[in-house]
């Protein structure tokens, strides 16, 4: 019927649902699924791990903007349906930037908005950079080999963000061990909303007693907003989760960016002897990494919408992947190269329209202060062992490495 209806509309038949699964993959290796999805056109459908039924996805850079700046596609509606979907738990809460439409996307933002300026990022980064300089600074003392996961990118996005988030150190541990077990897709549902339990009840604990707070960390924030009557309790405690899980992201991220340069040592030489060209570099790093697992969040079409043909009916979900768009070969000329000179570099790292990434200040000046300290900071750095015997993360939503053992 639908290749019937298909010849008498005159619009191309829809592609065939391609199944993706949750692969492991080891390095900065590109998502063969991916790559082979991109090469059957811009617009393809996939049926992921879980979830129901399938949704599209758009993998050209045009397309993703389009889709991501264009109301007619929204995420209001995912929180009462089971798409298909890479997470095998999948439960969101009302306040939740990722799940909000407008208007109600920036009632929400504006609660936070104060902790994440350019401003705000600019006065915590003496603060940053001394954190940073403790870790570094005892990894010196200790000598070589020493695992920079363990040592220097877990601890060090964990303590920055929870101080903007206003965790006390006392909570730190634990707050991050709840986070940690989040993102991770090994253990089931039942772990993952066992931690979730945990973070949320202690979330809701610290907005309460934020109520009265005049301090500038995003739970006094939420706690006065939450006060003020700007926003529910609820909405701010699901606000809160999400920006108290970015840690990991920056730990994961910076972790295959320092693989990378370590397993080019040319390209770490050029960024040490060149700090001026770091900040090009990095904005190569990050659109070159494969920084998740599969695709996000989908949205869902509010009404028909015709792309390259196709027509994409009111209700069908889409995806959009940003890795796909930051190797359109379009807009990146040798799109799975490295070109730390690549000028202009558009890349979509962070996001597009409405959902652009609420951290993305915080999270790349961390990456910019990992990157350079530890390059300035230990000559020579290098692999304390063959790249191929490094371990990378397994069943997880964002990929990095779980050891990065180093000497120098």
Wanted: net charge negative; charged share 25%.
């Amino acid at each position: 019927m639908t290749e019937e209806t298909s010849t008498l509309t005159g619009r191309p038949a829809p592609p065939p649902v391609r199944e993706w699964p949750a692969l492991d993959l080891a390095g900065t290796e590109f998502d063969p699924v991916l790559a082979g999805l991109m090469r059957e056109g811009p617009l393809t459908r996939i049926r992921l791990p879980h979830g129901e039924g399938w949704a599209w996805l758009a993998t050209r850079y045009d397309d993703v903007r389009m889709i991501t700046n264009d109301p007619r596609f929204g995420r209001a509606e995912l929180a009462t349906r089971q798409v298909t979907r890479l997470a095998p738990h999948f439960k969101p809460r009302t306040g939740s930037l990722a799940f909000a439409d407008q208007p109600d996307h920036n009632r929400l933002r504006r609660a936070i908005a104060g902790a994440f300026t350019v401003g705000a990022m600019r006065r915590l980064r003496p603060r940053a950079q001394q954190l940073l300089d403790g870790l570094v600074d005892a990894v010196v003392r200790e000598g070589p080999p020493v695992d920079l996961v363990e040592r220097v990118l877990e601890p060090f996005p964990i303590t920055v963000v929870s101080e903007v988030m206003g965790v006390p150190g006392g909570d730190q541990e634990r707050v991050h061990s709840w986070t940690r077990q989040i993102i991770s897709t090994s253990g089931g549902a039942e772990a993952a909303e066992r931690a979730k339990e945990g973070m949320y009840a202690w979330i809701t604990e610290t907005v309460r007693a934020r109520a009265g707070s005049t301090g500038d960390d995003v739970y006094s924030l939420l706690g006065t907003a939450v006060a003020r009557g700007e926003i529910s309790e609820q909405e701010a405690v699901g606000l809160a989760g999400p920006l108290q899980i970015g840690g990991e992201a920056v730990t994961h991220n910076s972790g295959q960016m320092l693989y990378l340069l370590l397993t080019r040592p040319e390209l770490a030489e050029r960024l040490r002897a060149q700090p001026e060209s770091r900040e090009a570099a990095l904005d190569e790093l990050l659109r070159h990494i494969p920084h998740r697992a599969s695709v996000g969040l989908a949205r869902i079409a509010l009404e028909d919408v015709e792309l390259h043909g196709l027509r994409i009916a009111a209700g069908d979900p889409v995806y959009v992947s940003y890795l796909a768009a930051n190797r359109d070969p379009d807009v990146f000329p040798d799109p799975d190269g490295i070109d730390v000179d690549r000028d202009p570099n558009p890349h979509l790292a962070f996001g597009n329209g409405t959902h652009y990434c609420t951290g993305a200040v915080l999270a790349r000046f961390q990456i910019e202060l990992l990157v350079g300290t530890l390059l300035d900071r230990l000559p020579g750095l290098r692999l304390a062992v063959p790249a191929a015997e490094i371990g990378w993360r397994r069943k997880t939503m964002i990929r990095g490495p779980r050891t990065l053992p180093v000497t120098w």
